[in-house]
């Protein structure tokens, strides 16, 4: 299993590498290298780091160790066919993670990017409407019966296609740099992240890393099925291109903006999947 | 925490999580066995890692309030 | 029975209540439990605020009387959000979220802010509401089926539940505290004190994922 | 089919109130009034469970009505500090004829002895009322810690009675009577507790 958590975690800080590539070639930078986010992370590794003063000592580390946890924990459930309502928890506890991370230091800034990060919740409820979608036609959220209904019926991708896009706009808003990351505003600095500096920051990258992996492997996952290891990782960095794009061509929105693109977007998928419910799933 | 310590929670969880890797490789602890060890392990490697290594001798620093 | 939690491993049986270890809850419950104990060992921070205007900046500090009080609200909230995780009735699960609404107001009631007390209790007239929809969802799902147990509404052999009292539960839920009834609750995030103003959000987190996993249950 | 037919209606009666409890609840603006207001959107859940009829909605009834109390008790407590109304000192109402005549006593005296004759939650509500009332009338200046310790002992007293049914069923006309009068105590002393709460003097 450490070898498979490794390579998820090199993966997906290649796939952040990637992510800043094109959004850079996007805007004719030249960029950084696709290494750059390994590189950050195995430099911040190796500096000299305390707890700053006024932080709450134990809150600031532990939330480190929660945070790194949880992604290894929800790699092992994917790892593990498990249930994606297992991995979707997860994902709204990178909220609560970011949160700890802001308002432990004390700082200003990382207490702005905290509570923004919880503004970002209305990202979380389309989710679980397009969690409801697939439970209709597939009767399981184990992701090993997902894989198997896809196997027998095609692609959830295009028997539901608007979970699909509502999944794609919560790993979105998941994504650096995306128009939904107000987390990341860059009047706070460095929002939560501020106050985490050194190896904490390199564990941040560690999450940030696995994160990616774990999100994007879901999705494939989930709407397209199961496929060969080389299969998986060229449809991950095609996703992966493909929300660099999203993000390059949209504007970052205001919070308030983003709570009611995201309001309206629940609200279409609830209509969907009354529609579903309703006229009965065929199959 | 002192860096002694840490040095041995890092080595302890290290030489744990790579001794058993054996076992489970071999099928002799299940899945969520090692994996529940990992999702613990893993992180506190990590930071005490970390700690034994790079932990500040000096004074602690205010938090960063503009520039 | 759509098996939306897992098959439950472990039956913790007090009478006819029965809590139930599946591997969602169980997963739920063991975070509840972590961020509790984050609570009962963690000391607050001191909160940086820049005086405007000058160069100067101050630390809000916490006086040891708030602390005791916000520390014993903040691990209330744990535990109660740790009954909602494992508890297989419906009518206790509501309880238990109702009570987190409780508690989440007084983790940031003794914090001498306007802005978050006013928050608080834009909050509190949110959330007190929210039990109307919340208990008669219960109620209904009684009513409807003739059971609360979540053990036996999984199995099936009970009428359906509708979709109409479902959406009840759900909608309680959202308003004890998910967007977007959230905004009012965001304020309540500035107050000091990390380890406990996180109790509010991770509580209603927890929350909610049950709830989504009882209403996708029954 | 006759009982289905009754709980709609029912239903459909207890809905539209909280409808209008809600219409009512978003066109007030200010917040002491949304406060009391909030009481009267919380009956119709209430209602609903009373719906159901059986001894079970009896038994949901109460904690749902406990929930609903103690977070009207904690938004009334954070009103007061939000407003900063604490130190205000409270008066009592001084109505002559309140203050002088014996009927506040005969009254609650008369609803303490129809209490005690109810026993058990509802006895321990309607005799409180009747405590309540007379020290809401005459004032009361003792210190609580006796009514304090009645309701602690009378507590222990019915989680006692519950031992009793768990391990000891044969006993149990024994454990009835003591969780009866356990909580008529229990919930008198409570009730009188709020009655002396916002006494004078403060």
């Known amino acids: ?43 911040f590794f190796w500096k000299q780091t305390w707890v700053p003063k ?26 593990a066919g498990g249930n994606i309502l297992i991995i979707f928890g997860i994902y709204m506890l990178q909220k609560i993670v970011e949160h700890g991370f802001g308002l432990s230091s004390g700082s200003p800034y990382g207490k702005f990017g905290g509570v923004r990060s919880v503004i970002s919740a209305a990202s979380e409820i389309p989710l679980f409407v397009s969690v409801a979608a697939i439970a209709l036609f597939t009767h399981s959220l184990a992701l090993q019966d997902i894989v198997a209904y896809q196997a027998v019926h095609g692609p959830l991708l295009l028997i539901v296609p608007p979970a699909a896009f509502a999944m794609f706009l919560v ?113 | 925490m002192k860096k002694k310590d840490a040095r041995i929670i890092a080595a302890l969880t290290g030489v744990l999580m790579g001794v058993l890797y054996f076992p489970y490789v071999a099928g002799l602890i299940t899945f969520w066995t090692y994996g529940a060890l990992l999702v613990i392990g893993a992180p506190v490697f990590f930071l005490a890692a970390g700690f034994a290594m790079m932990a500040g001798e000096g004074e602690e620093d205010d938090p960063f309030i503009g520039y | ?73 903040a691990t209330a909230c744990g535990l109660a959000s740790m009954g909602a995780m494992v508890t297989g009735d419906v009518f206790d699960f509501t309880l238990f979220a109702s009570l987190v609404g409780i508690t989440n ?37 009684a009513a409807t089926t003739g059971t609360l147990s979540l053990i036996e509404l999984a199995k099936g052999t009970y009428p359906a539940v509708p979709l109409a009292v479902k959406s009840f539960l759900v909608l309680g839920i959202i308003g004890e505290g998910m967007a977007p009834f959230y905004a009012a609750k965001a304020e309540m995030f500035r107050a000091p004190g990390a380890p406990y103003v996180i109790m509010c959000s991770l509580s209603s987190l927890l929350i909610f994922l049950r709830v989504v996993e009882i209403a996708m249950t029954m | 089919m006759v009982v289905w037919q009754e709980y709609s209606i029912g239903l459909l009666v207890v809905l539209v109130t909280a409808i209008i409890g809600f219409y009512v609840l978003s066109r007030e603006k200010d917040d002491l009034h949304r406060l009391l207001l909030i009481d009267l959107v919380e009956i119709p859940s209430l209602g609903i469970i009373a719906l159901l009829g059986t001894d079970l909605a009896e038994a949901l009834v109460l904690p749902g009505l406990v929930v609903g109390i103690a977070e009207l008790l904690a938004l009334g407590q954070l009103y007061l500090t939000k407003e900063g109304l604490q130190d205000r000192p409270v008066r009592g109402l001084h109505i002559e004829v309140i ?71 044969q006993y149990w006309y024994f454990a009835v009577m003591a969780a009866g009068i356990g909580i008529l105590f229990k919930v008198m002393a409570k009730m009188a507790l709020v009655g002396t709460m916002w006494g004078e003097g403060r």
């Open chain 1, 1 to 43: 299993m450490i070898p498979e958590i490794l390579a998820a975690l090199f993966f997906g800080l290649l796939l952040l590498g990637l992510h800043r590539k094109v959004v850079a070639r996007i805007q004719k930078r030249p960029g950084p290298p696709v290494w750059q986010e390994f590189l950050h992370a195995a430099k």
């Open chain 1, 54 to 79: 006024t932080a709450s000592s134990l809150m600031f580390v532990g939330i480190v160790l929660v945070g790194i946890g949880i992604w290894v924990a929800a790699l092992l459930v994917v790892i």
């Open chain 1, 171 to 283: 790993l979105l808003s998941k994504m650096p740099g995306g128009p939904f990351s107000v987390v990341e505003g860059k009047e706070l600095v460095s929002g939560y992240k501020t106050e985490h500096f050194g190896f904490f920051r390199a564990g941040l990258y560690v999450c940030d890393g696995l994160k990616t992996t774990v999100l994007l492997w879901t999705f494939v996952l989930v709407f397209i099925g199961g496929l060969p290891t080389a299969g998986f990782i060229i449809v991950m960095v095609i996703l992966m291109i493909i929300l660099s794009f999203t993000c390059a061509l949209t504007p970052m929105l205001t919070p308030f903006d983003s709570v009611t693109l995201q309001t309206l977007v629940t609200g279409a998928m609830l209509v969907y999947v009354g529609c579903i419910a309703a006229m009965g799933v065929p199959g």
């Open chain 3, 1 to 73: 029975m759509i098996a939306v939690g897992g098959e439950p491993f472990y039956y913790l049986e007090f009478g006819d209540i029965v809590l139930y270890f599946s591997p969602v809850t169980t997963t739920l419950f063991v975070l509840a439990l972590l961020f509790t104990l984050f609570v009962l060992a963690s000391r607050p921070e001191r909160q940086v605020d820049i005086a405007f205007g000058s160069d100067a900046y101050l630390a809000k500090v916490i006086t040891p009387g708030e602390l005791h009080f916000r520390k014993f609200m």
């Open chain 3, 105 to 141: 107001i007084g983790i940031v009631a003794a914090v001498k802010n306007r802005h978050v007390q006013n928050a608080a209790y834009q909050y509190g007239l949110v959330s007190l509401s929210a039990t109307v929809p919340l208990f008669s969802g219960a109620a209904m799902v």
């Open chain 4, 99 to 169: 203050d002088t005549s014996p009927a506040p006593v005969i009254i609650s005296i008369l609803l303490v002895i129809y209490g005690i004759i109810l026993s058990g939650f509802t006895g321990g509500g309607i005799a409180g009322l009747g405590i309540v009332f007379l020290f809401m009338s005459r004032g009361f200046k003792e210190n609580f810690s006796l009514i304090e310790a009645a309701a602690g002992i009378s507590w222990a007293v019915w989680i006692l009675a519950f031992f009793v049914f768990m391990f000891a069923p």
